[in-house]
Each structure stands twice: as structure tokens, then as C-alpha cells.
């Protein structure tokens, strides 16, 4: 069973309460400094008024980051599953051998 521990992260000067499971604390500290980051930088600009309108366009803004990022990913997985063909079809097969323990040999550690 997954248990989950209270995490305090600080986002735009507010604490907030967080449940995570056991584990994963790095990761969750490291978006809501990523979020927290966003969030400064779209507040910095005065074009934008009030936490919550800030929090939907950095949820935007980190989504369509996102978005832009999975061709990328997926380019990648493509390229490496071509790779790992190529390299199974340039190994040869798996030769299964019998390995025979010679009695004398044997005789002769004792």
C-alpha cells in the first residue's frame, strides 16, 4: 500500500499543504519550484491580476511546454526503436550449449 506523507511547498510567498506519496517529495518540491517560478514570471509582468488567473496561465503556459516537448520524445522513441532493431539483427542468435563438467577434471579439485 502507497503511503503518502504532507509535503509544504511555497508558492508566490503562500504555503500550501500537499499529500505525495512516500518518494516522490524531490519530484513534487521541484514542480512547485517550477510552478512557483511560472508563476513569478507572469505576475512580473502587470499584465496579469489576482493568484488565481496567475496559477491558469501557468498551468497554460507549462502545458503548452509540454506539448511542444512530445514530438521530441516521441522522435526519440522512434529512433531508438530502429536502433534496437538494427542491433537485433546484427546479433546473432542465442546458441544454447551444454556445458559438461568433465569427471576427471572434477576428480582432480577435490
Do not use: W
Not at 532493431?85 to 576427471?104: C, G, N, R, V, W
Amino acid at each position: 500500500m502507497n503511503e503518502h506523507k504532507t509535503l509544504t511547498v511555497t508558492i508566490l510567498e503562500r504555503e500550501y499543504r500537499v499529500a505525495c506519496p512516500e518518494g516522490q517529495e524531490p519530484k513534487l518540491e521541484e514542480a512547485a519550484r517550477s510552478l512557483d517560478k511560472k508563476m513569478k514570471e507572469i505576475r512580473s509582468t502587470g499584465k496579469v491580476f489576482g493568484i488565481e488567473r496567475i496559477a491558469v496561465m501557468a498551468a497554460l503556459n507549462l502545458t503548452r511546454e509540454l506539448i511542444d516537448r512530445e514530438p521530441v520524445v516521441t522522435q526519440d522513441l522512434d529512433a531508438l526503436a530502429r536502433l534496437e532493431s538494427k542491433i537485433d539483427a546484427a546479433m546473432p542468435e542465442q546458441i544454447d550449449i551444454p556445458m559438461e563438467l568433465d569427471p576427471d577434471e572434477d576428480a582432480g579439485r577435490a
